[in-house]
């Protein structure tokens, strides 16, 4: 997921190994970003009818990866890395038309169906 993410989301600003370094620290550093990870992809598989295998959630599902990544810039802002936040916050506004504030409180679970046009600010919970 780190190698597929980081290739979507890399640009002139920040190469792939750097974010695949982001979202590695993250999955390693926070057990709820994994428990919430296997929540969210389960919710795909089981929510959504188009879903025929968990590997097509992993490499074509845009609003899974948007959460994910929101989830990578969460930790980041947690962490007071609010520069590298934002960027990933930009970046997935830029690749899937998804926004999603890495300060909003985000539940597990969470399937975004298609997410084009999505956006859920700072003060959200979900």
Not at 41 to 56: E, G, K, M, N
Request: one cysteine or more.
């Amino acid at each position: 997921l780190s190698f597929h993410l980081a290739n979507r989301l890399s640009s002139p600003a920040m190469l792939s190994t750097q974010i695949m370094s982001l979202i590695r620290e993250a999955f390693d550093a926070d057990p709820e970003f994994r428990r919430n990870l296997r929540a969210d992809i389960l919710a795909v598989r089981d929510r959504d009818p188009a879903c025929t295998c968990l590997p097509d959630v992993f490499l074509y599902f845009k609003g899974f990866h948007a959460l994910q990544t929101y989830r990578v810039a969460h930790y980041l802002w947690k962490s007071g890395r609010r520069i590298l936040a934002h960027y990933l916050q930009s970046q997935v506004s830029q690749n899937f038309q998804i926004d999603i504030h890495p300060n909003a409180t985000l539940g597990s679970g969470i399937m975004l169906d298609h997410g084009t046009g999505i956006v859920i600010g700072e003060t959200a919970h979900l």
